[in-house]
Nanobody
Framework: QVRLVESGGGLVQAGGSLRLSCAASGGLDIFNSLAWYRQAPGNQRELVATITRGRRTDYADSVKGRFTISANSTMIAVYLQMNSLKPEDTAVYYC???????????WGQGTQVTVSS
């Protein structure tokens, strides 16, 4: 069973930076894409950024120019560099991986990011 584990969340002042990491373990799978989602209290989970096996990246408009998604060469680890953080970036951030074999989605447990004003 594939397991995704996030790390790197925390409390930061507005304008600061954080780097989130997510590593996959536990089972052999090939991922079509890796992504980061976030969910703020009272809001639906939203897509923040994705990276495909072909290294194509996409970002939510709200984070373009501030966040950068990257992955390691084997696509079993994904990172999110977050710069110029704003209080509205406060949320639980979740790592996502989509299986290239079954199209199943795997999720991490989430990591809290809090940006103070």
């Amino acid at each position: 069973q594939v397991r995704l584990v996030e790390s790197g969340g925390g409390l930061v002042q507005a304008g600061g930076s954080l780097r989130l990491s997510c590593a996959a373990s536990g089972g052999l799978d090939i991922f079509n894409s890796l992504a980061w989602y976030r969910q703020a209290p009272g809001n639906q989970r939203e897509l923040v950024a994705t990276i495909t096996r072909g290294r194509r990246t996409d970002y939510a408009d709200s984070v373009k120019g501030r966040f950068t998604i990257s992955a390691n060469s084997t696509m079993i680890a994904v990172y999110l560099q977050m710069n110029s953080l704003k209080p509205e970036d406060t949320a639980v951030y979740y790592c996502n991986a989509q299986s290239a074999v079954t199209l199943e989605d795997y999720w991490g447990q989430g990591t809290q990011v809090t940006v103070s004003s």
